[in-house]
């Protein structure tokens, strides 16, 4: 952990940022976009950094979509970035399952979008529930019984605005009755920006009310988990130390760059405040600040 008072970017420390990085890990909302809305100057600045030969990687904790889905949206705000460059935490789920041998021959059920479902799929795992269970419902009569799949061997849950009673019971069910079932959450964001405008109530919601029915924790795979570091580490064969976290969370985005040994910086265009940065019972510290990404951008013109 890095004890010390964050810097506020300057030339002098963003050319030696350039210098001694070679990738650079962002982080999507609030530093590429927010909502729906593209932050200004980011493509530029993406663009100065692919010149630079900068390895670029996008991790997002926001479950709801897969990698395709994420790659259309740099389409549509005008930012070429490829599948393998995206790390959404519905990939990092499907990820984790493969790394520790889940057996084929068991489901998945899924409290989640269809990110989560896609990214399951791809990896060739039978994936339940989803938007579609989002239409069912239960019926509460006193002699009725619901129902579960006995061969459910892991339930996954992030964001689901279809959340419903029934996957609750569904996903509970699996959890306390199917043996050695495990508990994955993609992310455990408070809040999220569904919109641009504003916050809505993020995946740590819906796991909250799995963790509450089943009295059991998680496996967390999206930022700041170390599986996910692990992962893009050994994919790119890259060291920590010529590495640069760029994130607009504390919680998230920086511990999950600093916890790994990699350069952090903050931007002050997503949910954290300069005062809440310097706020006395903050202990995150990043290696540095600035209020937006562009600011690389503007500092390096002649
Ligand atoms: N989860 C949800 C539902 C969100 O809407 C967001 C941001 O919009 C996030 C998580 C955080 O995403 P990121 O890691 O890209 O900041
Ligand atoms: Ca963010």
């Known amino acids: 952990m890095n004890s010390s008072p964050s810097q506020l970017v300057s030339l002098e420390n963003v050319k030696d940022l350039l210098d001694s990085t070679e990738a650079f890990l ?73 790394l520790i041998n889940f057996p084929q021959h068991k489901k998945v059920y899924v409290i989640g979008e269809q990110g989560i ?88 919601c819906m796991v909250a009310a799995i963790c509450g029915t089943t009295q059991k924790e998680p496996t967390v795979v999206g930022k700041p988990s170390t599986f996910l570091m692990d992962f893009l580490l050994k994919k790119f064969d890259m060291s920590c130390s010529k590495m640069c976290m760029v994130g607009d969370r504390l919680d998230t985005d920086i511990l999950f760059g600093q916890n790994a040994g990699c350069r952090t910086l903050l931007v002050l265009s997503g949910v954290t405040t300069l005062s809440a940065l310097q706020d006395s019972s903050n202990k995150t510290h990043p290696d540095y600040y600035t209020s937006k990404l562009s600011d690389i951008f503007e500092l390096m013109q002649p």
Not at 39 to 55: M, W
Not at 63 to 69: C, E, G, I, M, Y
Not at 79 to 97: H, K, P
Not at 135 to 147: A, Y
Request: aromatic content about 10%; hydrophobic content about 35%.
């Open 26 to 98: 962002f982080d999507c909302d609030g530093v590429i976009w927010k909502g729906d809305k593209l932050i200004h100057g980011v493509p530029e600045t993406l663009q100065l950094l692919r010149s630079k030969g900068k390895k670029l990687v996008f991790v997002t904790n926001n479950s709801t979509k897969s990698r395709k889905q994420y790659a259309n949206k740099f389409l549509s705000l005008g930012i070429s970035v490829t599948e393998d460059e995206i790390f959404s935490s519905s990939f990092a789920a499907a990820m984790y399952l493969q």
């Open 117 to 204: 479902l896609e990214e399951l799929q791809l990896a060739g795992f039978t994936a339940l529930g989803g938007p579609e269970d989002g239409k069912k419902t239960v019926q509460l009569k006193s002699n009725c019984l619901f129902e579960h799949d006995k061969s459910v061997g892991a339930v996954v849950v992030g964001l689901d605005q279809y959340i419903n009673y029934y996957k609750l019971q569904y996903g509970t069910l699996c959890i306390r009755e199917n043996p050695g079932c495990l508990f994955i959450a993609t992310n455990r964001d408070a809040v999220g920006h569904m919109t641009d405008l504003q916050e809505w109530p993020g995946a740590g």
